[in-house]
């Protein structure tokens, strides 16, 4: 027995290990757009307006690619969902130095990567995971595979910098192409179909079912309004941070090091969201951290624009960066149970990036008609502020259902 719970042990590692491996390198390439924008827009010259806006497609196409294809991983295993996304992934990054319109940037950085992206993102992985793992260890596998998004983020940042100023952005872009390619062998230990384990919880319910009960209960409502916010957030920086940098009269290096830092930084912060959403009420976690959030961007208007306040500003905002996810990803199961939770977490990330679609473009627009970003970020603030409180009515209790039995199993 002894022997077997070793390799068991051993099983579950390999599994968290191999899937935050694959969001490490898919959310890199998501998460360094913006260090691209002012390169391609120097190579094209189709203005910050335009790019932002095929960035902000991209942005909405990694969320509403999760779903579907979280439903397709629900089905049939989530393994050849990923290789399908590598393959998509790879190809738009490998294919933008080669388009010179923004449409030809809405179908390679817009559709193509960022669909490929999303087929290895979030939903597909902590649902691979977490249907496969006790519930005990779900919570923690799913604060780690969330750590390792935030460890590619540092990584690559700095590295992507590093290369566009030696070699330029289409020897960075294909490098970034190539690195995404690796998800395909990480994919391994995910095949197969889900166990049948993983259908406790259902109630025995179509998926059609679960989604009219899931989007007539107010509680995951307010979860997708809480995660446009974030989504907001997070697409305006990543797409922008660097052109808030260069406004400042700071060198393109800092936006790289500040991006690299909120990943690190968020590696504490996912590792801790999920350590504390197994003692504490998840609604509570995402309270905390949409309010401290609105506080830390106030202090970084106030501060002065130096290349301290950058890197002092991403060591705050990093320690919530994308730590909301295990505590929104751990609600879901809650409420539904394991057997949709990649569809149901995949539509959580799509309201988290149509928040995104629109951070992307406005700060464009935002540049583009005021000289600056001030407006964004006032908007931010309040974004937050109310993804704090749309937050407080959520219950944590799992939904009833008329297919479950009577209230003496709950």
């Known amino acids: 027995m002894s022997d077997h719970n070793e390799m068991s042990s051993r099983a579950a590692w390999l599994l968290i290990l191999s899937a935050s491996a694959i969001l490490m390198i898919t959310m890199a390439a998501r998460l360094t757009t913006g260090l691209f924008l002012s390169p391609i827009n120097t190579a094209t010259g189709l203005g910050i307006g335009a790019i932002s806006f095929a960035m902000a497609i991209g942005q909405f196409m990694w969320g509403a690619s999760q779903p579907v294809f979280g439903a397709v991983a629900d089905k049939y295993g989530s393994a050849r969902v990923i290789v399908v996304g590598a393959v998509l992934l790879a190809a738009g990054l490998a294919a933008t130095p080669f388009v010179s319109s923004q449409w030809g940037l809405?179908?390679?950085l817009g559709i193509l990567s960022a669909s490929g992206a999303g087929a290895g993102s979030f939903s597909i992985l902590i649902g691979a995971?977490?249907?496969?793992?006790?519930?005990?260890?779900r919570p923690f596998a799913s604060g780690f595979i969330n750590a390792g998004g935030s460890f590619?983020?540092?990584?690559?940042?700095?590295?992507?910098?590093?290369?566009?100023?030696?070699?330029?952005?289409?020897?960075?872009?294909?490098?970034?192409?190539?690195?995404?390619?690796?998800?395909?062998?990480?994919a391994w230990p995910m095949r197969g179909k889900p166990p049948a384990h993983a259908t406790t919880g259902s109630g025995g319910i179509t998926?059609?079912?679960?989604l009219r009960q899931a989007l007539r209960d107010p509680s995951y409502l307010c979860l997708h309004a809480g995660f446009f916010t974030c989504g907001f957030h997070i697409a305006f920086l990543v797409?922008?941070?660097?052109?808030?940098?260069?406004?400042?009269?700071?060198?393109?290096?800092?936006?790289?090091?500040?991006?690299?830092?909120i990943g690190l930084f968020n590696i504490a912060g996912s590792l801790g969201a999920g350590a504390l959403?197994?003692?504490?009420?998840?609604?509570?976690?995402l309270v905390a951290m949409y309010g401290s959030r609105a506080a830390i961007i106030a202090l970084y208007l106030l501060a002065p624009k130096t290349a301290l306040t950058f890197y002092l500003f991403a060591a705050a905002l990093g320690t919530t960066w994308l730590a909301t996810v295990p505590p929104t990803a751990g609600l879901v199961a809650k409420l539904f149970g394991m057997r949709y939770l990649s569809t149901l977490f995949g539509l959580t990330l799509l309201s988290h990036q149509i928040g995104g679609f629109f951070g992307a473009w406005l700060g464009g627009l935002s540049i583009v008609h005021f000289g600056d970003y001030r407006w964004?970020?006032?908007?931010?603030?309040?974004?937050?502020?109310?993804?704090?409180?749309?937050?407080?009515?959520?219950?944590?209790?799992?939904?009833?259902?008329?297919?479950?039995?009577?209230?003496?199993?709950a």
């Open 106 to 108: 809405m179908v390679t």
């Open 129 to 137: 995971t977490a249907q496969r793992l006790p519930a005990a260890r």
């Open 152 to 186: 590619g983020q540092f990584v690559f940042s700095p590295l992507l910098q590093a290369i566009i100023n030696a070699a330029g952005w289409v020897q960075a872009m294909l490098f970034m192409a190539v690195s995404t390619l690796l998800t395909i062998p990480l």
């Open 207 to 210: 998926l059609t079912e679960q």
């Open 239 to 261: 797409t922008h941070l660097p052109g808030e940098v260069s406004l400042c009269g700071l060198p393109a290096g800092v936006a790289g090091t500040t991006l690299g830092l």
């Open 277 to 285: 959403a197994a003692r504490y009420r998840m609604k509570w976690l």
């Open 376 to 409: 964004m970020w006032y908007a931010d603030i309040v974004l937050a502020l109310g993804a704090a409180l749309v937050n407080l009515p959520i219950r944590e209790a799992p939904v009833a259902r008329a297919q479950a039995l009577p209230a003496a199993k």
